[in-house]
């Protein structure tokens, strides 16, 4: 499956399907801070925040379809954490659970050296053991524990935040 996959830039033409999977992992609970669905025009500062050569959003097709998208996000805003991003990886329902968030961490940790990333965070829910996992494969490992700084349908919950040094040749 995963040798049909591409990805490149995505494009404003794009920002719809971004937003629909991002707003089918809502529901859940496990994925994302939001409790109501988003709309595109309150994505687009988000979007117009990405550049291709610094912080990219990419999205990852298949057959021309796409089923996934990766943000690179500046962390904390100021000049001295330019080496640090955050990630973040939305796949659609059809596509989880096939290897696909794999293929992704690989491709946004190849991209570090040409971004000048030395440094990856990821900002996980606690009982997201799916992602957790993932990110725990690559090497990622737990840098900060959150506990209950996140109230989901009267539950709290917990944020890690998992980093890996990115190691340039």
Request: proline letters at 5%.
């Amino acid at each position: 499956m995963l040798d049909n996959i591409t990805f490149r830039d995505a494009q404003l033409s794009d920002l719809q399907e971004i937003v629909d999977i991002y707003n089918s992992t809502i529901s859940s609970r496990m994925v994302t801070a939001d409790l109501e669905p988003v709309t595109v025009d309150n994505r687009k500062p988000w979007f117009e925040e990405h550049s291709p050569d610094l912080r990219p959003l990419w999205v990852f097709e298949m057959k021309g379809k796409i089923c996934g998208w990766l943000s690179f996000q500046s962390f904390y805003g100021r000049p001295a954490y330019n080496g640090t991003a955050e990630i973040s990886i939305y796949i659609h329902e059809n596509y989880r659970g096939k290897k696909l968030g794999q293929y992704i961490v690989q491709e946004a940790m190849k991209a570090c050296p040409r971004l000048k990333i030395k440094t990856l965070l990821c900002f996980i829910f606690g009982h997201n053991e799916p992602s957790l996992r993932l990110f725990n494969k690559f090497g990622f490992e737990e840098w900060a524990n959150l506990p209950k700084v996140a109230e989901l349908d009267g539950i709290e919950r917990d944020l890690i935040i998992l980093g890996k040094r990115i190691l340039h040749s």
